[in-house]
């Protein structure tokens, strides 16, 4: 071993720190997590001040007495920077950051006025709605605190619309009712509606919880020290929190240690606009909230009522529609009627919010990776912190994620009792995740010597089980001490969690979740892929490496998609779809001519028929199985199937049928589906198949002059021909050729489409002629005949564009028309299969402008093709010589004659006919990849099917000397 391996072997944190990671967050960004602050509360100023806080505790119940100036001599300094964003002021003091933070919302101040002061540069007193005052005395440089004064005076003017929608918000807020009624003496004051256990008790006995002291205890608080919208957080509110909270108020400190608060109250009225918009509506996340709701805390009594499941239904079912990204996930129907307990619907479904975005981002996604990660995290803390019970675990194959997983997706909910597991969530949602992974290793401290004894998963559940049922009794029921014996379980568990795994910190996790995040990512993207490509619709085209490549090219088309989060739709939308087809489809390429509006238009017309086609759900939106099944119609090597398809796009009322203007349209999209090839950007497989033959006449001659002047045979062998290297191609040459063939096409296309077409009024036509019997003479008649004859013609020769007279051309039609080219019959059977790229990654195409040379270069690298027509030719020239010095020793000829006995009628084989046959034999669409692939010669059996019927089971042709 190395000696850098011995000492990372030796000092594992050399991983750690090499590995350091820090979430890549401007300051803004940090800022607004840290105080849990909404979207968009970034930070327009700060200052360094001290801030004096003067809490109205001198006045009397009435209210009337002012502060005195002796009161706010006393007031405690605190030295600081304050803050300013569009909605808050916050102040942290510099000390320790933590023994006094004041998150102020600008709505609840009511006044703010300069105060004299000769120590400071300049000073604010802020007199706030409660009659609190806190004066604000700024240190520096005069016009940096006048420049933050204008930006205060300009955003208190921004937000007197929202300081009017201040008193309806107070009262929801527990808080406020507590100092309504016991310092105002307000006695008609009602209190605020609150979650379940008003109406249905709360959790635990509020005797043994000690209720009303700890109640007392927070009504001093909020008197001294602000409430709500105006708190100021100091050692002595971490400390009441980790006591106890009472369960009246827990609800408001819940949100007002997430800042679910904020948002509350920055979106009033939103969250019953969303029950009321999307009443109704249905959607995958609403079936799924349907079957777990009865399912959720059932041991609670609100949950076995119509009262419960209906409020847990609406933050749901509120939830899903506003994210829909999340939608519903199994657990999150548990820790929503955790919250309802001790919250309202309104307040619950904000509080949610900040769970799912701040505190346990990607626990409830579609593929739950944060849950995911965290385990591996927690196995990480276990292995380090606790190495001998790793090592167990390890050695006796027990699976940890199996009990803990549902410890943190249930945020402890369902492991332990209610009035336990709620402690857990106080404090949670105070000190943020980290509290998850220190209760978590407490847990598995306390039972450490249970669990060395499991040989199983079983027992290890059955230990822990049994641990979280007794946590009310005593920890040292044996103890002689009275004090040891009072503890109990779950006070054990509080201080061996917050105590001796204090250590754990959030930059251990953010650190300990980068070394994971890639092998989770990875692997959820892995199981993702493999499940979706076993419940694809079947194929007959496409091959399994095919449907592999279809599916990156799919979800990396999706940019917003995120598969190993499950975030944003997976759905693609047309725009994508064209970028999709693009990185495949030689003919969806981006090309020169997209910068004319007419071709595209034209092309747009003819992806955005292709895209319907393949909607099937009529949802404006396509699917990976709509895409691979759609690729799977046009990736078809059948020739007919191909034709068939291509003809039932425009087929849109599906008679069988296409009219003028669909056979127009028809013709456009030939026209764009061969323009890459019609431009010379790429070349089909007669083009090839010409520069191989020019190539090897060439080659031919060469080779024949050669051995001609040394006098030697003509029997050349394979491995005697070679391609030379400096031959050259004449480009333009063939990518005019190829550019003339498919122009030809086109046009013959259009005019066979109208010359073949059927007529839909025929017996109409059939009546221009008439030939009944008429009273006239003889030559009138004729002449009437003559010109309904030429009437007739003329209106049948425009009949194609004449709309009284509609045509229509059929599929059996179509079809003839298509096999009747052999550049559209080719593009048809080969061309356009072998332009779809399913079977090989995304690439750049850098050489689309020089196709034709690509293809020589490949001509010339892989000259067998070639070389065997050389062969063939240069045996075709010596096999003639050699039967031309046999004609001359013989004195006979050698020529092809037609054996007449074998017929008796010639005559009906005109001569029409036979050039006709003879053409169509010697046509060079058959080659010998046709013979090798063992397809049928269709133009020669055409061929065959053109001779008079009495010709076409004889042999035409044979050889005589």
Known sequence: MSFFASLREKAPFLDRIS???????????????????????????DINADLSFLHPSTRSRNGKSPVSPKA???????????????????????????????????????????????????????TLYSGTQILFQFIGLKYRSEQFCELLKAKLRENIPNAKTLPKFLDTCYSEFLIRKNILGLKDTQPPRAGLGQQFKYPGNPVLAREKAKLRLWFEYFRENGRHLSLMKNPTFHKLIRVGVPNRLRGEIWELCSGSIYLRYANPGEYEKLLIDNKGKPSQAVDEIEKDLKRSLPEYSAYQTENGIQRLRNVLTAYSWKNPDVGYCQAMNIVVAGLLIFMSEEQAFWCLNNLCDIYIPGYYSKTMYGTLLDQKVFEAFVDEKLPVLWEYIVKHDIQLSIISLPWFLSLFFTSMPLEYAVRIMDIFFMNGPKSLFQVALAVLKINSDDILQADDDGMFIAIIKNYFQTLDQSAHPDSPDMKYRQITKFQELLVTAFKEFNVITEQMIYQERSRHEKTIFQNIETFVKRTQLRHMPRTFHLTDDNLSNIYDIYYNSIESHKISMGTGSSNMNFDIFVQFLSKI?????????????????QKSGFLRRLFDDWDTASIGELT?????????????????ESINYFFSLYDSDNDGELHREEVLQLSEGLLLLTEPWKSGRYVDLLTKKSIEDDIAENIAKEKIIEET?????????????????????????????????????ASNFLQRSFEYAQSLDIAEEVDLIDLSDSDDGETNQEDKLQKKKKKYESIKANAALDPTHPKVIDLATFRMIILADETYELFFAKTF?????????????????NALRGMFDGILADGR???EQVRRRVDSVATRNSMSSVDSQTGGSLQATVNTDKYDDMDDFTSDQQLEHEELLNN??????????????????????????????????????
């Open 924 to 961: 060079p669409w058959v080659d010998v990849d046709d013979a090798v692939d063992g397809k049928e010669p269709v133009r020669q059996e055409r061929a065959i099917q053109a001779l008079p019927p009495q010709l076409a089971d004889h042999d035409l042709i044979e050889f005589e000397a």
């Open 709 to 745: 002047n040394n006098g030697d045979s003509a029997d050349i062998s394979m491995e005697q021909i070679e391609l030379p290297t400096g031959v050259t191609v004449d480009e333009e040459k063939y990518r005019a050729e190829q550019a003339e063939r498919y122009l030809k096409a």
């Open 833 to 849: 299969r072998l332009s779809i790229h399913v079977d090989e990654s995304v690439q750049s195409d850098n050489n689309k402008n």
């Open 19 to 45: 590995e350091t990671f820090t979430p890549v967050l401007t300051r803004d960004e940090k800022f607004k997590l840290e105080y849990k602050l909404p979207k968009g509360e970034n930070i327009l100023d």
């Open 865 to 867: 093709r070639v070389a």
């Open 72 to 126: 706010q001599q006393m007031a405690v300094v605190f030295s600081g920077k304050v803050y300013l964003t569009p909605h808050f002021i916050l102040f942290k003091d510099i000390f320790d950051q933590s023994s006094c933070v004041l998150i102020l919302n600008i709505s609840t101040i009511k006044r703010v006025e300069r105060s004299p002061s000769a120590s400071y540069s300049c000073a604010l007193l802020v």
């Open 624 to 640: 990976l199985n709509d895409v691979v099944s759609g690729l799977d119609k046009l990736v078809t090597p059948d020739l007919l």
């Open 585 to 601: 489809c030689d003919w969806c390429k981006p090309c020169e001519r997209d910068s004319d509006p007419a071709f595209r238009k």
